[in-house]
């Protein structure tokens, strides 16, 4: 991977890792596509730390409250200054962290599945259509009136593994959590809200740990370029995120369908033509 390379695929990163399109599945065709080579699950893990860092910027006040009032209702907190776990910030930080397990459990135990099969464009080309379809009739169906001050224990455990199906190329972190939240009549605002605050941990974990395999041998990357797609991601992440709420408070999610059922066709035809493998080996 090159300079130029490294721009372009920040430049994908940042535009696809918030909307509902699947940012991994656009990494992955890209790259073989500009490159004829994989740019690998490290590559995409640590270039989401650029995009999730956006987020951290953007909720800032939202995440300081979440976590001030998560730990001043811990039992070692004195009485008078304990604030009660019944608080709806205390509530989000604990079901922040219960929708965070799955995909923790599942992203350790289907690593190696993650690292090869699942990086299959035909697999890619399966989920976005499949998942896109999905996105649209779950946004289409029932009233959707919820807000995240009504999340119960139940929808944060179903949203948690929503977002676990998004380590499988082509669904998208943001595409399944939107969807599950849409299905339990959630607001587009709301699922799309929550979907960036329950993507911290697992993304921020995700990528240290791949930095980590990194610095000890256990996987390999293009360290430069790779640092400069995640700054470019950061920066137009940011941007994207403040344009994708704007939007969704007016728009229905069926562009994004549409578009996801596009990408897909592509892929398909990129592949049935040979112009690129369905399986390319990962640059590092």
């Not at 509530?91 to 599945?113: A, F, H, K, N, Y």
């Not at 299959?120 to 946004?139: E, P, Q, R, Y």
């Not at 344009?243 to 994004?256: D, E, G, K």
Request: include cysteine; proline fraction near 4%.
């Amino acid at each position: 991977m090159d300079w130029l390379d490294a721009v372009i695929m920040g430049l994908v990163q940042g535009l696809t890792e918030f909307l509902p399109v699947s940012s991994s599945a656009h990494l992955r065709f890209v790259g073989s596509l500009i490159g004829s080579e994989d740019p690998g699950a490290a590559f995409t893990a640590i270039t989401q730390l650029g995009t999730e860092t956006a987020v951290l910027i953007y909720f800032w006040k939202d995440i300081v409250r979440i976590l001030k009032s998560w730990w001043l209702a811990m039992p070692w907190i004195p009485a008078t200054s304990r604030i009660p776990q019944s608080n709806p910030d205390t509530r989000m930080g604990w079901m922040i962290i219960v929708g965070s397990i799955p995909i923790g459990i599942l992203g350790l135990t289907l690593e190696d599945w993650i690292d090869t099969s699942f990086r299959n464009l035909w697999i890619t080309v399966f989920t976005l259509a499949i998942f896109g379809v999905l996105l649209g009739w779950a946004d289409s169906v029932g009233a959707k009136k919820k807000e995240l001050t009504q999340l119960s224990w139940r929808d944060a455990i179903i949203y948690g593994f929503a977002q676990a199906m998004a380590l499988i190329p082509g669904v998208s972190r943001s595409g399944g959590t939107i969807t599950a939240g849409r299905l339990m009549g959630y607001t587009r605002k709301s699922a799309a809200r929550y979907s960036f605050l329950l993507a911290l941990p697992a993304v921020f974990i995700s990528g240290l740990y791949k930095v980590y395999k990194v610095a000890t041998g256990g996987d390999t990357i293009y360290v430069g370029p790779t640092v400069l797609a995640t700054i470019v991601a950061f920066g137009v992440g940011y941007l994207v995120i403040v344009w994708f709420l704007r939007l969704i408070s007016t728009h229905s999610f069926m562009p994004f369908v549409w578009y996801r059922l596009g990408f897909a066709a592509l892929i398909a035809i990129c592949l049935f033509f040979g112009i690129v493998p369905a399986m390319g080996g990962v640059s590092g």
